[in-house]
């Protein structure tokens, strides 16, 4: 399976600031998907960051808020724009591998104050 | 909305205990059920990616079953360790192709 190194892992952030999150996979990937985890909610899946083309959101999300960036097929970062205490969860990267499992990054644990 | 649900929300028990928890997902244009393990500050794990219905999978001390006519899939750990404490994630994936996760059960073992 892929290895994806995720940073940062955990940061504090005041409101109003930006925060970008960096994935790179050690292996080239055509999707990588961007997840979010408000405390006591599921996994939510974000966006899809196909390389080459601009991001797919999921309803509730949107590019001004959200937006990501893909250079390349082993590198993505999700940016969370203009923060408040709501934003607070942990974000994940996530890539498809094999016969459909889904290889995850450790995870950046956000708290916004 | 499709709709995941995982029961219990969390589980204390004793070493040496034997468990299960349960995932609920829906039974139409059903594509594949996940299950992960996730501790804390680390990526979540992959165990199971089951497809039929009927499946029964195993990875040592860890077992699961799948029915997707009922759209239900069980989780067992026989014989629970302290290192067996985690949250235990299901994920179902339909025909869109999206995992849609459930909000896990949390694991606790005490030696």
């Known amino acids: 399976s892929a290895v994806i190194s995720q940073k940062p892992s955990r940061d504090i952030c005041q409101r109003g600031t930006s925060l970008t999150i960096q994935c790179q996979v050690d292996?080239?990937?055509?999707?990588m998907f961007w997840y979010r985890q408000q405390p006591g909610q599921s996994l939510t899946l974000i966006a899809t960051?196909?390389?080459?083309?601009?991001?797919t959101y999921e309803s509730g999300f949107v590019i001004d808020k959200f937006p990501i960036s893909r250079p390349n097929l082993t590198f993505s970062t999700l940016t969370v724009s203009n923060m408040s205490p709501e934003d607070s969860s942990i974000y994940l990267c996530?890539?498809?591998w094999g016969e459909g499992g889904y290889t995850f990054g450790s995870g950046t644990r956000l708290t916004v104050v | 909305i499709l709709n995941v649900e995982q029961s219990p929300q969390s589980l204390h028990v004793q070493e040496g205990d034997s468990t299960n928890f349960t995932c609920s997902f829906p039974s139409s244009n059903f594509y594949a059920l996940h299950w992960y393990r996730w501790e804390t500050a680390k990526s979540p794990e992959a165990l199971f990616v089951m497809t039929l219905n009927g499946d029964e999978k195993k990875k040592g001390r860890i077992s699961a079953t799948l029915n997707t006519k009922e759209g239900y899939s069980y989780l067992y750990i026989k014989g629970s360790q302290p290192e067996d404490s985690a949250t235990y994630l299901c994920a179902f994936r339909g025909s869109q192709g999206n995992l849609i996760f459930g909000k896990g059960t949390k694991l606790s073992v005490k030696p």
């Open positions: 292996s080239q990937v055509t999707m």
């Open positions: 996530s890539v498809v």
């Open positions: 960051a196909n390389q080459g083309s601009e991001a």
